[in-house]
């Protein structure tokens, strides 16, 4: 099987589309609960939001079950598709992963299931992740006090 490296280009400029449709769902995902305006009920609207960006979602989870990891304690690359999938699947990330990809704005509406799609928001947590895969100084790096 092949094995996609952690910090590959490719993978890199996958990771900065997920975050830039994670803040496309961050600011539409909230209006659409609380004002439920006319235009998510367009059919351009949901087949790019519940289709075409669910679908790029559920084929990140199987990216990640492809991408090599570091291991925490020694730093060492992990490329081992059983334990890359061990790990990812053992995860948080992994489970928000998921849920965030299921188009509960379909199964549920603007409801409580459509609440669950704020959940898709979770994927906003990739920018630490992604500053800190690129090879940027450290003292370039925005850091809150």
Same mark, same amino acid.
């Given at each position: 099987?092949?094995?996609?490296?952690?910090?590959?280009?490719?993978?890199?400029?996958?990771?900065?589309?997920?975050?830039?449709?994670?803040?496309?769902?961050?600011?539409?995902?909230?209006?659409?609960?609380?004002?439920?305006?006319? +235009?998510?009920?367009? #059919?351009?609207?949901?087949? @790019?939001? =519940?289709?075409?960006?669910?679908? !790029?979602?559920?084929? &990140?989870? /199987?990216?990640?079950?492809?991408?090599?990891?570091?291991?925490?304690?020694?730093?060492?690359?992990?490329?081992?598709?059983?334990?890359?999938?061990?790990?990812?699947? +053992?995860?948080?990330? #992994?489970?928000?992963?998921? @849920?965030? =990809?299921?188009?509960?704005?379909? !199964?549920?509406?603007? &409801?409580? /299931?459509?609440?669950?799609?704020?959940?898709?928001?979770?994927?906003?947590?990739?920018?630490?992740?992604?500053?800190?895969?690129?090879?940027?100084?450290?003292?370039?790096?925005?850091?809150?006090?």
């Amino acid at each position: 099987m092949y094995i996609i490296k952690y910090n590959a280009k490719g993978k890199l400029n996958w990771d900065l589309m997920i975050i830039a449709l994670a803040i496309f769902n961050s600011l539409l995902i909230p209006i659409n609960v609380s004002f439920n305006p006319d +235009f998510t009920n367009t #059919f351009i609207y949901k087949l @790019i939001n =519940s289709g075409i960006i669910n679908i !790029i979602y559920f084929l &990140d989870i /199987l990216i990640n079950f492809m991408t090599s990891v570091l291991h925490i304690k020694t730093g060492q690359e992990i490329v081992e598709f059983k334990k890359i999938a061990q790990l990812y699947f +053992f995860s948080i990330r #992994f489970w928000f992963d998921f @849920i965030s =990809s299921i188009p509960w704005d379909l !199964i549920g509406g603007p &409801d409580f /299931l459509g609440l669950l799609g704020l959940l898709k928001i979770s994927r906003l947590a990739r920018i630490s992740a992604f500053i800190d895969k690129t090879d940027i100084k450290k003292e370039s790096k925005l850091v809150s006090p």
